[in-house]
C-alpha cells in the first residue's frame, strides 16, 4: 500500500498494525471478503478487501490495490470486479431497501491508472481531502480558551471520547455510527495508537475536545487521525490549542513533523484551522464511489 501511495505522487502513510486493526475491524468474513495475489517467487503483488458497514450504516469499502510493477496486467481490473460483486452480496444481505454507497480508497488526484479503472467499473469522484503536513520546530502561540483545561489523554475516558467523537462528526459527509467495541479496536486500542502524544479537553468534568495520534510509516512523523470539538465549544480555539499542545508534545519527543488528513469541503472550516497551526498542503487525494440500490 505504501508503495502504490508513493508510486502515485503520494506520502508512505500505512503502518502494518494499523492495517491489521482495520482489516479485523472492518472486514466480515476474510475468506470471501479479502483477496491476495502472489507472484510466482512469493512476494503479494496485488491485495483487495470489501468491508462490511456497522449496524445501521450506509457504506463500504473497496480497498486495495496493485504494486506498479505489476500494473498492465489486468490485475486490478480482476481484484475491483470481484469486491464490487461482494459488495452489491453484501447490500443484498444486510441493506435490503436501503441505498447503500461502496466507496474505493482515496488516491493521490494525479493516479490516472486509479482513475482509469474506477470509471471503467462506473465508480466517479465523490470528495476532494487534503493531506496537510507541519513541522514540530514551529509551534504556534494557542492558548487554551478560558473556562476549559487541555490534559494528557487516559484510556479512563474512551467511551466519552467515542460518544463525543460520534456527536462531532455527526454533520460531516458520509459520516457513520460506529459501537464503542468497533470504533476503539481501529483508534484507541489498536497498536499504532500514540497515548502519550494524544490530548483531551474538558469544560469542568465534561469532555468537550479529543486530538488521538498515531504512528506513521515515515519514522519522523506521526499522524493525528481525529481531532474533534463538540459543538457547543467550537469557535473558541479549543481545536488550535490541541493542535499546537501536540505539536510541542511531539518536538519534544523528537518527532520532527505531523501529518493529517483533512475534508477540502469540510463546512467547519477545518482546513483553514490547520493552516494557522503550520499546517501546509502536502498532496491532495480523491475518494471514488458508486451507489448500491436494490
Known sequence: MNVIEEHAGGHASYTAEELQSLIATLVGDLASDSTMLFAPDGALVAAGFTTTPPEGGFKLYLTGGVHPRWRGNGLGRQILRRHLAR????????????????????TPTGDRDAARLFARF?????????EMVAPTSQVPAAGTP???????????????????HMEAFSDCW???QRDLVSWLAITMRSQSFLPGLSLLAFDGAELVGYLLTYN????????????????????RGLASALLAGVLDA???ADVKEISLS???GSPTGAVGVYERAGFTIESSTVTHSIPLTD
Open 122 to 130: 462506473g465508480l466517479a469522484p465523490a470528495r476532494y481531502w487534503f
Open 174 to 176: 458520509e459520516f457513520q
Open 216 to 235: 506513521h510509516a515515515d519514522p519522523c512523523r506521526v499522524y493525528v487521525g481525529e481531532l474533534g470539538v463538540r459543538r457547543p465549544w467550537r469557535r
Open 146 to 164: 478560558d473556562g476549559l483545561r487541555i490534559v494528557a489523554y487516559s484510556a479512563a475516558h474512551q467511551a466519552a471520547v467515542h460518544a463525543a
Open 87 to 106: 459488495a452489491v452480496e453484501i447490500h443484498r444481505e444486510l441493506g435490503h431497501g436501503v441505498d447503500w454507497v461502496a466507496e474505493a480508497p482515496r
Open 250 to 252: 511531539a518536538a519534544g
Open 262 to 264: 483533512v475534508d477540502a
